[in-house]
């Protein structure tokens, strides 16, 4: 990563809908390279999806929590089929420590909470399950500020990185 592939993720966030063309023009680059570049990008698995972001409490799922599970030994693949069987179940992660999973999940209502963390303890392979309701986000999910702050210095051109 450079401060071109840099300015050029910038740009995606910032315009979703642009081709290459009106980025090539918002980076000052030919379009030969944003293509390139963005090709190389999504090729080597930096770039996963041009879908839209969807905020999902906009979309009525305003409750927010954070559930650890503790498992069963070496149950990970099998929670992981259970986790993925659970709609509200947002992501999952293995982890160290006391829990083995960190789920983000979310729902409509308090109730309907209640509901997906008694699906998530309906699985055999959980052990114990603890939640936190999420009350407010600070910081969103983002990756540009750890991009920008270990991108290759002075690489690549761009008259947003100047």
């Known amino acids: 990563?450079?401060?071109?592939?840099?300015?050029?993720?910038?740009?995606?966030?910032?315009?979703?809908?642009?081709?290459?063309?009106?980025?090539?023009?918002?980076?000052?680059?030919?379009?030969?390279?944003?293509t390139a570049r963005l090709q190389r990008l999504e090729s080597s698995g930096v770039v996963t999806g041009h879908g839209p972001d969807v905020d999902v409490a906009a979309a009525g799922f305003g409750v927010?929590?954070?559930?650890?599970?503790?498992?069963?030994?070496?149950?990970?693949?099998?929670?992981?089929?259970?986790l993925e069987a659970i709609p509200g179940v947002l992501e999952a992660h293995?982890?160290?420590?006391?829990?083995?999973?960190?789920?983000?999940?979310?729902?409509?209502?308090?109730?309907?909470?209640?509901?997906?963390?008694?699906?998530?303890?309906?699985?055999?392979?959980?052990?114990?399950?603890?939640s936190v309701i999420a009350l407010s986000v600070l910081v969103p999910f983002r990756t540009l500020p750890l991009l920008s702050a270990e991108a290759a210095p002075g690489a690549g051109r761009s008259s947003l990185s100047r």
């Not at 071109?4 to 009106?22: K, S, Y």
Request: charged share 20%; aromatic share 2%.
């Open 1 to 34: 990563m450079d401060g071109l592939d840099v300015a050029l993720l910038t740009a995606l966030r910032d315009h979703p809908r642009a081709g290459d063309l009106e980025l090539s023009r918002l980076l000052g680059v030919a379009r030969g390279t944003v």
């Open 64 to 82: 927010q929590a954070f559930v650890t599970l503790e498992i069963a030994q070496g149950a990970l693949d099998a929670v992981r089929h259970d």
């Open 94 to 130: 293995a982890t160290t420590g006391q829990g083995d999973v960190l789920c983000r999940v979310a729902a409509r209502s308090h109730e309907a909470l209640q509901q997906v963390l008694v699906e998530l303890g309906r699985s055999p392979n959980v052990v114990r399950s603890t």
